[in-house]
T-cell receptor, first 113, second 118 residues
Framework: KAGVTQTPRYLIKTRGQQVTLSCSPI?????VSWYQQTPGQGLQFLFE???????NKGNFPGRFSGRQFSNSRSEMNVSTLELGDSALYLC????????????FGSGTRLTVV | AQKVTQAQTEISVVEKEDVTLDCVYE???????LFWYKQPPSGELVFLIR??????QNEISGRYSWNFQKSTSSFNFTITASQVVDSAVYFC???????????????FGKGTKLTVNP
């Protein structure tokens, strides 16, 4: 079966711009979560969407937002980009109610210059 | 608050050596799940194992084995006869959906970078 697909794989943006990242989960999975990975902070939870509703949110500023569509695909948006937003953004999908954990995508590498 | 500690930042071994990656966790929940993920240079997190808090049975999968001890809050990972292809960053993670409104939010350790030299 197809895995978790994230697009694009790489992005270069300028400070102050905004960016939208996309994630297509495994078919049948209803939960999509986003994580930010940086060398300094490691892997940090951004938010989780389950059946189009945000179910959990990490400790990130309001510039970070997301949404989930009826087909479970998800997007995350970062507005007014800062240099510190440069990171690998990982999306993960799961059934969302069985404690089975996540399947991760390959990530989007965002560089802010 | 939940916390996962991987005290070993980097480990370097020679091929065929056995290596153990340590993971210590903190949680007040009685029901929780522990995971190990592998992250090769490509960036994707690859699932290795899931263990629930009520199952302390150790597990072996080929050259991989896991030792879960609730008494010491540890979930260690051993690679036997390591190979160059095992070189990666390994993450231990924890989640407690029952106390997170069903959310399977993962709390990760900082990771251990394993380098296996030929």
């Amino acid at each position: 079966k197809a895995g978790v697909t994230q697009t694009p794989r790489y992005l270069i943006k300028t400070r102050g711009q905004q960016v939208t990242l996309s994630c297509s989960p495994i078919s049948g999975h209803r939960s999509v979560s986003w994580y930010q990975q940086t060398p300094g902070q490691g892997l940090q939870f951004l938010f989780e969407y389950f059946s189009e509703t945000q179910r959990n949110k990490g400790n990130f500023p309001g510039r970070f937002s997301g949404r989930q569509f009826s087909n479970s695909r998800s997007e995350m948006n970062v507005s007014t980009l800062e240099l510190g937003d440069s990171a690998l953004y990982l999306c993960a999908s799961s059934w969302g109610d069985r404690g089975y954990g996540y399947t991760f995508g390959s990530g989007t590498r965002l560089t802010v210059v | 608050a939940q916390k996962v500690t991987q005290a070993q930042t980097e480990i370097s071994v020679v091929e065929k050596e056995d290596v153990t990656l340590d993971c210590v966790y903190e949680t007040r929940d009685t029901t929780y799940y522990l995971f190990w993920y592998k992250q090769p240079p490509s960036g994707e997190l690859v699932f290795l194992i899931r263990r629930n808090s009520f199952d302390e049975q150790n597990e072996i999968s080929g050259r991989y084995s896991w030792n879960f001890q609730k008494s010491t809050s540890s979930f260690n990972f051993t690679i036997t006869a390591s190979q160059v292809v095992d070189s990666a960053v390994y993450f231990c993670a924890l989640t407690s959906p029952l106390t997170q409104g069903g959310s399977e939010k993962l709390v990760f350790g900082k990771g251990t970078k394993l380098t296996v030299n030929p």
